[in-house]
């Protein structure tokens, strides 16, 4: 199993070089999922790495924008994305150059051959080696799961009719179809993903972060199983629903008018998850989704039973008996590594003066539990979450209180 590769007080490996990941296609082809994960592997390695968002860049410097704003045709639009994009790029590559960083994911579309021929150029300008990374789908339940999932993921909707976002998203992709050119310059070092890992192929990768890189993404599942809601959950999110409405109004209800607070939902990125938001989103409940929010990874052991654990993996159930905080199977995390991807959240949460309910997996709530009570990381893997159960918890200045109620 891998372990951190080195450590040094800059993060960087020093032979390696300083390497760029692009990302090339259409939107709903998995490109973000790709980019976030290799992130987090490349960080569990050791490697200073970073995600820049071209789409994060531009929601926070021109806000949600129009079907027109992605019009090819319109020259106006074209020019200001494309000068959000090149301030994203610099920023990426200072960041290589003085922020300590050595891997850099340039998540775009980039679909044109002139833009990733600028890219590449000024990559190279500044002694970075570029890595082209294009995800190519022609499955069109693959493409409309990814596009369904845009109805509560994207912070381009909120707010949205689910069905208007979908349409929108429809359209938006479809103006990127108009001007996409797949990557044919065979002197650009690329990686062409087929039908989320059907197929790769893999061109002028030269050194050993960038053929770590592809180890790791030919292993890669971009559409990870993920099971749907059973009927019984699609009645458990409307009993929740209306639980938790009721509840808070209740609670506001009791409150000063300066003291009533708006609820808002956050929620992973699995389809559990978000199936269960769905009736808040009908209700006009805002929702977010967090993929930092996603389940503790299980790799290998996914879908074992406790027999086929001991009959795959017999040398791991001590060390999982020994430190089941910091255990990892085979390609997976550990409860430390999810702990330390919940850092974001944890800042938000601490930050946040709305009423707020999380919709994670058990993993997930056993580490953000322990953080509100100060539980020690030994106890996180055996905290009782119990899936009935509507845990609340409310800050004061002597610790958190909580309030278990059942769900019926």
């Known amino acids: 199993m891998a372990a951190q590769l080195y450590e040094t007080s800059s993060g960087r490996l020093f032979h390696a070089g300083a390497v760029a990941v692009i990302t090339v296609g259409l939107p709903a082809r998995g490109k973000t999922h790709a980019s976030r994960s290799l992130c987090r592997y490349m960080r569990w390695l050791g490697v200073s790495t970073k995600v820049f968002s071209v789409g994060n860049y531009r929601r926070e410097r021109l806000g949600s924008l129009s079907e027109d704003w992605f019009d090819p045709n319109n020259n106006k639009a074209t020019e200001t994305r494309l000068q959000v994009a090149d301030e994203c790029l610099g920023d990426l590559i200072s960041w290589l150059q003085t922020g300590g960083g050595q891997v850099a994911i340039f998540d775009g579309n980039n679909v044109t051959e002139t833009r990733r021929k600028q890219i590449h150029d ?21 493409i409309l799961a990814n ?3 845009v109805k509560i993921s994207s912070p381009d909707y909120v707010g949205w009719d689910p069905e208007e976002a979908v349409k929108d998203y429809k359209r ?3 103006q990127h179809e108009d001007n996409y050119e797949t990557i044919t310059d065979t002197t650009l070092p690329f990686v062409k ?8 192929i893999v061109n002028n990768v ?7 890189i592809v180890y790791y993404l030919m292993n890669l599942h971009i559409e990870r199983p993920d099971a749907n809601l059973s009927l019984e959950g699609e009645k458990y ?4 629903k209306e639980f938790m409405l009721n509840y808070h109004e209740q609670k506001n209800a009791n409150r000063s008018v300066d003291e009533r607070r708006p609820l808002t939902i956050w929620t992973s990125t699995q389809k559990k998850a978000l199936e269960t938001a769905i009736p808040f989103i009908n209700a006009g409940i805002p929702v977010r989704q967090q993929s930092v929010l996603n389940q503790l990874n299980p790799g290998e052991s996914d879908g074992l039973t406790a027999a086929e654990l001991k009959g795959k993996f017999p040398e791991e159930i001590a060390k999982v008996k020994e430190n089941p905080y910091r255990h990892r199977y085979p390609r997976a995390e550990s409860y430390h590594d999810l702990a330390v991807r919940l850092e974001s959240v944890i800042m938000e949460l601490e930050r946040e003066k709305n ?9 997930v709530l056993r580490c953000l539990y322990a953080y509100l009570f100060d539980r020690p990381a030994t106890e996180i893997p055996t905290i009782s979450i119990p899936r009935s ?3 609340e918890i409310t800050p004061s200045a002597y610790g958190c209180k909580e309030s278990r109620m059942e769900i019926n």
């Open 122 to 142: 000024k990559l190279l300008a500044n002694d970075i080696n570029p890595l082209f990374l294009e995800f190519i789908c022609n499955k069109p339940d693959i």
């Open 147 to 149: 596009i369904r999932s």
């Open 172 to 174: 938006r992709i479809k």
């Open 193 to 200: 993903n087929m039908n989320a890992g059907e197929q790769f």
């Open 206 to 212: 030269i050194g050993y972060l960038q053929s770590r």
């Open 237 to 240: 999110a409307e009993k929740l």
């Open 355 to 363: 009423d707020v309910l999380i919709v994670a997996h058990e993993t």
């Open 389 to 391: 159960c509507l845990i």
